[in-house]
T-cell receptor, first 118, second 112 residues
Framework: GAVVSQHPSRVICKSGTSVKIECRSL??????MFWYRQFPKQSLMLMAT?????????EQGVEKDKFLINHASLTLSTLTVTSAHPEDSSFYIC??????????????FGNGTRLTVT | RKEVEQDPGPFNVPEGATVAFNCTYS??????FFWYRQDCRKEPKLLMS???SGNEDGRFTAQLNRASQYISLLIRDSKLSDSATYLC?????????????FGAGTRLAVHP
């Protein structure tokens, strides 16, 4: 089945630094990738939709200048948290969708990145 | 009103018990529905899709009631390994993007 790899799985950084998270589709070409964030005991919240070769679409309330998304190839999307602050500490998860996948197909997720900003 | 609402739980049940989770969704145009399972500090994993006629996969049965905008998941003969958070997930965009809306999850704890 579809495999999505996310790296790193865990990162601890100091306030003010930037962190890059990678999301790769390993056995298919992902025209669309989704970035989610999950705070403790809360549901996954969609942050942005990333389309290969074009600008990402951000959900309301998500700062595009703070969460930079790049989807430069059909197998890789990156999320960069710029100038991270402690309130950005969260579980970030990506998912990927292949071309031709129907709307009622489930998504498969990367293994997530736990970000802690000190 | 939240787009997808679930029983928050936790549900604490003994092994072998039958447990049911409920979920309601607000967008009547929603077309696809799923149950995902999320273990602590892990990514969600698909448990099963939910079809209009209801569907079963082993010990798990999912039901959909479009008129009431209600989804359920029944787990029979609970195992210790069923302990997890169960996420009700809806795609509110008919025929469109696979943009999923997640419920906050229902936590299940199965004890010996």
């Amino acid at each position: 089945g579809a495999v999505v790899s996310q790296h790193p799985s865990r990162v601890i950084c100091k306030s003010g630094t930037s962190v890059k998270i990678e999301c790769r589709s390993l056995d298919f070409q992902a025209t669309t990738m989704f970035w989610y964030r999950q705070f403790p005991k809360q549901s996954l919240m969609l942050m942005a939709t990333s389309n290969e070769g074009s600008k990402a679409t951000y959900e309301q309330g998500v700062e595009k200048d703070k969460f930079l998304i790049n989807h430069a190839s059909l197998t890789l999307s990156t999320l960069t948290v710029t100038s991270a602050h402690p309130e950005d500490s969260s579980f970030y998860i990506c998912s990927a969708e292949s071309a031709g996948r129907s709307y009622n197909s489930p998504l498969h997720f990367g293994n997530g990145t736990r970000l802690t900003v000190t | 009103r939240k787009e997808v609402e679930q029983d928050p739980g936790p549900f604490n049940v003994p092994e072998g018990a039958t447990v049911a989770f409920n979920c309601t969704y607000s967008n009547s145009a929603s077309q696809s529905f799923f149950w995902y399972r999320q273990d602590c500090r892990k990514e969600p994993k698909l448990l099963m899709s939910v079809y209009s006629s209801g569907n079963e996969d082993g010990r798990f049965t999912a039901q959909l009631n479009r008129a009431s905008q209600y989804i359920s998941l029944l787990i029979r003969d609970s195992k210790l390994s069923d302990s997890a958070t169960y996420l009700c997930v809806v795609n509110p965009t008919p025929g469109g993007y696979n943009k999923l809306i997640f419920g906050a999850g229902t936590r299940l704890a199965v004890h010996p």
